[in-house]
């Protein structure tokens, strides 16, 4: 079990509110998350390198920190395509850590791209400190020169520490979702796979809906019978995840008052009654859930327990093999979770961020009768001004190569093209018009 929280502790000291302070500088070994997240198995972690191993004589390295929704497309987990490290965007790209990880050579031989999954706001937390995240086996080497976040900051935050400077830019670069994953064990799993409505997912994540017998799952289905007595195992994360921020702002969105436990990136289990108020970016969830650290830990409690289901990213949940549950959108139509259905919730969004150097897209309830509901977009932080001028000239090419209209340059082999491999991984690519904005805007105020 985990340990008791003082909510009221929690609320004040919890850094992801952006009251930064400076983290560990003294880090005797670090990581570099080549293919590895936090709480991976051992033949993961097998993939890393160690951060103390230097560049390529006449390569800049430049690293990074953030969340793990991303971790398979940057640099990979797993070790079978499409999910292994060969192939990745920064491996493909930059110089692969190791260089065997090219696929065949990089696209530009002068950068190498290095980094740590950690989660949101621990890389956001890297990012305006400046300092690497503390050594709890998946982190980088100074200079710090960009994260990852899928809750996007808010403009308020200020550069506390370290030798870039200027206004922080910025631009998401892929769209995901957060699948239910379920295990079919013990259950009679229809052609189409299990389709719950929104009222039917809402009651499995508030703790009403305790066994797949229950009668709203069998109207959902056409009157079939998905167990005739099999309680339902809800699998959540303990750590802060943006997987657990996306589903909770859904929740929301769709229900309102009706969803009491919060929104946010946290946590925790409470019997009995719900916190009033709430704790900041926290999620409430029953104290019968199960709970695992890290989109993998989450994937293996699932894929080992009978009856299970629980909430992970779409690539985590390809790699892993999982079956997801088919959602009712806002529409009330059933779409299987797939790179298409994830990139239709994202059709006509538009920037909702009034700064020139930010760009944020607001899509908690898509409305388009094609498009899977549970949807984030995941954003990338950069400096206004490097200190190096070969980390802004290799952020800015490898920007215009993930993002190109149509990809820049054009790849030799549809392998290196930066939308297939997206897509192979169970991503979808932003809409062109939000790529040419992204594009723009680091061209513009990324500067050495």
């Known amino acids: ?32 998350a080549t293919g590895f997240v936090v709480g991976q198995s051992a033949t993961h972690k097998s993939l890393a390198q160690t951060a103390t191993t230097p560049a390529p004589a006449g390569v800049t390295s430049i690293n990074g920190a953030g969340g793990g929704s991303i971790n398979t497309l940057f640099v990979g987990t797993g070790t079978t395509s499409p999910y292994a490290p060969q192939g990745s965007w920064f491996n493909t790209y930059g110089v692969g850590n190791p260089k065997t990880l090219n696929p065949p050579g990089a696209v530009n031989p002068l950068v190498t791209f290095r980094y740590a999954s950690i989660n949101s706001s ?20 100074p200079p710090v020169s960009f994260a990852d976040s899928d809750d996007p900051i808010t403009g308020t935050e200020k550069l506390s520490a370290g030798p870039n400077t200027g206004i922080p830019i910025q631009v998401p670069v892929i769209t995901y979702g957060v699948a239910l994953a379920y295990n ?36 959902d289905n056409g009157g079939a019978i998905i167990a005739v007595n099999k309680p339902i195992v809800v699998v959540r994360r303990s750590d802060n995840s943006a997987n657990t921020f996306t589903l909770s702002s859904n929740l929301k969105a769709v229900f309102g008052a009706t969803w009491n436990r919060g929104v946010g990136e946290i946590s925790i289990a409470q019997a009995g ?20 650290s890290g989109s993998k830990g989450v994937a293996t409690k ?35 979770i797939s ?27 898509p409305t388009a009768a094609n498009a899977y509901p549970l949807v984030s977009a995941s954003y990338v932080l950069f400096y206004g001004k490097y200190a190096d001028a070969n980390v802004a000239t290799g952020i800015k090419g490898f920007i215009n190569w ?3 209209v149509p990809p820049v340059p054009a790849p030799a082999n549809v392998t290196t093209n930066p939308n297939n491999i997206a897509i192979a991984r ?23």
């Not at 009403?208 to 229950?214: E, L």
């Not at 009654?273 to 695992?292: E, H």
């Open 273 to 292: 009654a719900i916190p009033n108020p709430l704790p900041a970016n926290t999620v409430v969830w029953p104290a019968s859930f199960q709970f695992a």
């Open 122 to 141: 621990a890389g956001v937390t890297a990012f305006f400190t400046q300092t690497p995240p503390p050594a709890t086996g998946a982190t980088i080497n």
């Open 339 to 365: 790179p298409t259905s994830i990139g239709n919730a994202f059709v006509g969004a538009t920037d909702q961020d009034a700064s020139p150097r930010r760009i944020k897209l607001v899509v908690t309830d």
């Open 184 to 219: 079919p064990t013990g259950l009679n799993v229809p052609a189409g796979g299990i389709k719950l409505s929104r009222a039917t997912y809402l009651g499995i994540l508030n703790g009403t809906i305790t066994n797949w017998n229950d009668p709203k799952i069998k109207a």
């Open 302 to 336: 699932i894929k080992t327990t009978a009856g299970a289901i629980g909430y992970v990213d779409n690539s985590t949940r390809l790699a892993n093999g999982l079956q997801a549950a088919v959602l009712q959108n806002k529409a009330g139509t059933y779409n299987p």
């Open 1 to 32: 079990m985990e340990p008791e929280i003082n909510l009221k502790e929690l609320d004040m000291a919890f850094y992801r509110d952006r009251q930064l302070t400076c983290l560990a500088s003294s880090i005797s070994v670090l990581v570099i």
């Open 402 to 404: 993930a993002l190109g």
């Open 426 to 448: 169970g991503y979808a690519p932003l809409p062109d018009a939000i790529k040419k904005q992204a594009t723009t805007l680091v061209n513009t105020y990324v500067t050495p």
